[in-house]
């Protein structure tokens, strides 16, 4: 039954032409995640995807020319995922995949990712040091049954994000 788990995981990213870019033991179940990067408009084709274990780089990928890329985290370690490209700035999530689930889940939902990246020149006259923590904060969230976002962090983040954009529109009209 545990090999199942696995076979499922693998053929569900399979599925979607993604390669499973992080290895769990053979019987542990994983958090599949796929996702699209844009720049608001158009997909971002050749988007750096690095995968950390705490400070330990564990997966490098690039986005196709669909903006896709996919993977899958084993559980109970916290990770964070970076998103480069070069003339955009970065953004970073953290997926804590820590937590009690039900001892009846046989497989986890996949999380589907859409990431916006904006060109580093929107950001000029404003201090992006605040975009260096994680952009979202992903966990299990027991209601819902599924590994979700913290909407509360998620929002301040996209707030202060907003706050960074309009202090650049100002600083280019002096």
Do not use: H
């Amino acid at each position: 039954m545990n090999s199942l788990r696995w076979i499922r995981a693998g053929a569900l990213l399979t599925a979607f032409g993604i390669g499973l870019s992080l290895c769990a033991q053979e019987d542990a179940l994983l958090l599949p995640i796929t996702g699209r990067i844009t720049d608001g408009e158009k997909k971002l084709e050749g988007c750096e995807v690095l995968t950390y274990d705490g400070n330990e780089l564990v997966g490098r990928q690039f986005t196709d020319k669909s903006g896709r890329f996919g993977m899958g985290l084993g559980l109970g370690k916290e990770f964070a995922i970076e998103f480069r490209k070069e003339g955009f700035l970065p953004k970073r999530i953290l997926v804590d995949t820590r937590a009690e689930l039900p001892k009846e889940l046989v497989e986890i939902a996949p999380m589907d990712m859409e990431m916006s990246m904006l060109p580093a020149s929107k950001y000029d006259g404003a201090d992006t040091d605040v975009l260096d923590f994680p952009f979202a904060i992903v966990k299990y969230d027991k209601k819902a049954m599924a590994f979700t976002q913290d909407r509360e962090y998620t929002t301040d983040m996209m707030r202060t994000n907003g706050a960074l954009l309009l202090m650049s529109v100002r600083s280019e009209k002096k």
